[in-house]
C-alpha cells in the first residue's frame, strides 16, 4: 500500500537535513510538518461535527466521541417518537426495520452490498450466532473451530462456549498461521481483522481465500477496522462477520453490534438463538418457528431502539466522507506519531509494538512502557487521552474524522515529558514505586482463552503478552477504558 500524498511530501527527506532527534530543531521541524499536514488535511472540516474540547482524545478505539447531531435526535426519539407517539413509532417512525436499515448504513463502511448487515445485540451474542451457525452450515465430519491465539478475550471465551455446545474442539492458532491451519477437519476461523493490543491488522481477503481453499468458513471480527479503514466483505467473499459500533463508528456506549451474513448464505444460516423477531411472521406468534429471509434472520429480540437510533444519528457524519480518505489520513497519522515517538521520547522508554508497514497496521499505536498503568493515569490527567492494557502496552487509538496532527505531536510531547526527556534516570517521572508495583503475576498469567478443552500453539514471540482477566471483585481502572 502506498504511503499517502500528505505524509510523504511534509516528512523532511534524509538529504535536506533532517535535525538530530531529541533537539529543539526536531521539534521544531515536527510542529512545522504537523500544521502543514493539518492544513492540507481534506477531513479536517469533519471534526466539526464532534463534540470535543480541549483534551486530545486518542481512545475512539475504544469509544469513539459524541457527534454533534446525536443529541437533538434522540431529543426527538424520547419527547416526540416516544413520549408522544409511543407505540405508533414502531411502524411511523421506522422502529420496526430500524436494524436493517441502519445495517445498510454500515454496509458502505464494510465494503457490502445492501440487505446483509442487521444491528442488534452485543458483539459477544454476534460472535456467538455466527460461530454456530457457521458451525450448522459446516459438513458434519469437519469438527473444529480456529481462533485467533491473540484474540479480544470473549470471541475465545464464546468460541470455546459454542464449541462445547456442538460437540467441536478449538484450536487457538496465531492469526498469522491461521491459513496454513487450516484443514479438512475445520469446520470454521474466527480471526480479528485487527488485533486489540498491538492494533496489527491482517490479510482479510487472502486469509479468507486460504480458509476458503481448505474448504472452511471464514467469521471476522471488525471491531478494530470497521470505521477506520477499508475492510471488502463482500469482494474478500468473506461469509460471515460481527463488529460493535461504539468505536470508529461512534455510536455511543453499548450502542449495538452488527451481523453480516453473506447474502449466497443467507438460506443456510440457522441460528442458534431463533428469537421472535428473526421469525417469518412474528406477529403470527405461531407456536412453531420459521425464520425470515435475508438479513432479519440474524435478529434475535425487540432492538434497543434508543442506542439504535443514536447509532443512526452518529453515522451521519459519514456523509460524503470516502473510507478510502479516512485510511490514508489513518495512515498519515500513525506515521507521524511513531515518527514523533522516534524523535521526542528518552531512547528506551517506550517501543512500539504495532507493525511499521503499511498493510499490516490498523489505525491505534500501541507502546509497550514500563509503569504503563501510570503513564496513562498521568497523561490523562494533563489532557491525553489513551488507554492501556496490562501489563504494558499503552494504546493511542487515531480517528481520522477528528484527530488531528497536532494532537498527535501533543501527545508525544507530554508523554516524553512524563517520561523524562533528556534525563536517562531509572525514574525520572518518580513512577518509580507504580512501575514497580505493577501486577507482575498478572503478566505471567496469560489467559486469552478460557477453556481448558482448547488446544494452543505457539504464540510467535513478538506478539505482546496476554492481559490478564480481570477478577470479578477488581473494579475497572478508568485508563483501561472498556475495550
Ligand atoms: C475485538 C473485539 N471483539 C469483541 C468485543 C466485545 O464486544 P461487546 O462488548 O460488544 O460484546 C470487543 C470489545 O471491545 C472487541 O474489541
Known sequence: MSEPTSARTARAQPDSGTPDPGTPAAADDLAARAAALDAADPLAA??????????????????GALSAGVLPRLADVVTREWGELRIRSWD?????????RIGDRIAPLVGAAPGQIVVGDSTSVNVFKALVAAVRMAPADRTEILVDAATFPTDGYIAASAARLTGHTVRAVPAAGIAEAAGERTAVALVNHVDYRTGRLHDLPAVTAALHAAGALAVWDLCHSAGALPVGLDAAGVDLAVGCTYKYLNGGPGAPAYLYVRRELQPRFDSPLPGWNSHADPFGMAPDYAPADGAPRGRVGTPEILSLLALDAALDVWDGVAVADVR?????????????????????????VTPAAHQERGSQVSL???????????????????????PDVLRFGFTPLYTRYADALRAVRVLADVLGAGASGADPAGLGDGASALPRAQAAAPVDVPSSSVRREAVPQESVPQEAVPRESESLDASEGTA
Do not use: Q
Not at 92 to 100: D, L
Not at 328 to 352: H, I, N, Q
Open 46 to 63: 469533519v471534526r466539526d461535527r464532534f463534540v470535543l474540547d480541549d483534551a486530545v482524545y486518542l481512545d475512539g478505539n475504544s469509544l
Open 92 to 100: 411511523e417512525s421506522g422502529w420496526w426495520t430500524a436494524p436493517e
Open 328 to 352: 490514508a489520513k489513518s495512515l498519515a497519522l500513525t506515521d507521524f506519531f511513531l515518527d514523533c515517538v522516534a524523535a521526542l521520547l528518552p531512547p528506551g522508554r517506550a517501543e512500539s
Open 368 to 390: 509497550r512502557c514500563a509503569g504503563a498503568g501510570e503513564v496513562m493515569r498521568e497523561l490523562t490527567a494533563r489532557g491525553i487521552v489513551g488507554d492501556y492494557r496490562r
